[in-house]
Nanobody, 122 residues
Framework: QVELVESGGGLVQAGGSLRLSCAAS????????MGWFRQAPGKERELAAA????????YYADSVKGRFTISRDNAKNTVYLQMVSLKPEDTAVYYC???????????????WGQGTQVTVSS
């Protein structure tokens, strides 16, 4: 069992930055690959970024590539999402999730946080 708690969301102007954190409970965090998903009003939840259990491999959606950076600290049971050059279209609820399976399929993620709101004003 893994419990995930996101923090760091908020309201920021376009061009600004935010860093999201996701703290995990449990001693097995380091065996899970982690993803940051986001869901805007009226849209499906999409994978924004993901990182393997070791941190050796990452994935970014085209829409965030070059602006978002995912990282993890297994000693602190925490995964981060650094977001810079934010755009109004980045406005969404951001969720972290854990998987022992594929990084790329939402169905493979077993554990989810409650989400944190990110709002980017123009």
């Amino acid at each position: 069992q893994v419990e995930l708690v996101e923090s760091g969301g908020g309201l920021v102007q376009a061009g600004g930055s935010l860093r999201l954190s996701c703290a995990a409970s449990g001693r097995t965090f380091s065996v899970y690959s982690m993803g940051w998903f986001r869901q805007a009003p009226g849209k499906e939840r999409e994978l924004a970024a993901a990182i393997t259990w070791s941190g050796g491999s990452t994935y970014y959606a085209d829409s965030v590539k070059g602006r978002f950076t995912i990282s993890r600290d297994n000693a602190k049971n925490t995964v981060y999402l650094q977001m810079v050059s934010l755009k109004p279209e980045d406005t969404a609820v951001y969720y972290c999730a854990a998987t022992k399976g594929s990084l790329y399929s939402r169905r493979e993620y077993d554990y989810w946080g409650q989400g944190t709101q990110v709002t980017v004003s123009s």
